[in-house]
């Protein structure tokens, strides 16, 4: 399989300006046409039509040339012919309802197994990549019909990833919300992704991207900080 899991869309330089590098890599092993299906489904305060704008120019200096499934007759069937896959970030739980009331969950699952496809997705977009959706950040605003997701990954992803604790907050931190993850689902890590961060995948290499690493969570053990690089395995 070919697939680029990010964190974060922006960034101080821009919109996916940072990860455009990264997604030159990505798409240049699936370049017949440079056509690209857009999964907007995530997008709830931002239009359809908007996110698929703003994707698309960001895109366009790569050769990218970007569609929205939210505008096509039969996505099902475009999605299993599609060579380039993108899924956008946003609410997780919205994005998988909709996904999975489409058709599409299955469709892009077994097209990008099929290694005919390659998939591209951030913050949501990198969440559903998992076998479940119970890493999101998100408030479950939509019933998704269930949590198990795309399960293109072997582990779970929590996108946006940070350690900070604000003076005066008496709430769990992210990393108390992921070991109680792993407390109950011990044979399952997790892959926290801080921003400008992501997961490269490519056939059977795996690399942590970004300087910031990535910090893993697996069962009761004392999670681990990754440094960018090659993966042993995830």
Known sequence: MN?????????????????LPWIREWASHHDAT???????????????????????????????RVRSVHRLSDPVAAMQAARHMIVGGGNTFALLGHLRTTGLLQAIAARVRSGEASYLGWSAGANVACPTICTTNDMPIADP????ALGLVPVQ???HYTDAHPPGHRGETREQR?????????????LGLPEGTGL?????????????????????ATPQWLTEGPLAHL
């Open 3 to 19: 697939l680029l899991l990010l964190s974060n869309s922006t960034s101080d330089a821009g919109y996916l300006t940072h990860a």
């Open 34 to 64: 440079g056509d690209a299906l857009f999964v907007p489904f995530a997008g709830v305060t931002r239009t359809w039509d908007a996110y698929e704008t703003l994707v698309a120019e960001a895109l366009a200096p790569l050769g990218l």
């Open 145 to 148: 019909g269930g949590f198990g």
């Open 157 to 159: 992803i929590n996108a």
């Open 178 to 190: 992921l070991r109680e993850f792993t407390t109950l689902r011990p044979d399952m890590p997790v």
């Open 200 to 220: 490269r995948v490519h056939d059977n290499r795996c690399a942590v991207l970004g300087a910031a690493g990535a910090r893993r969570f697996h069962g009761p």
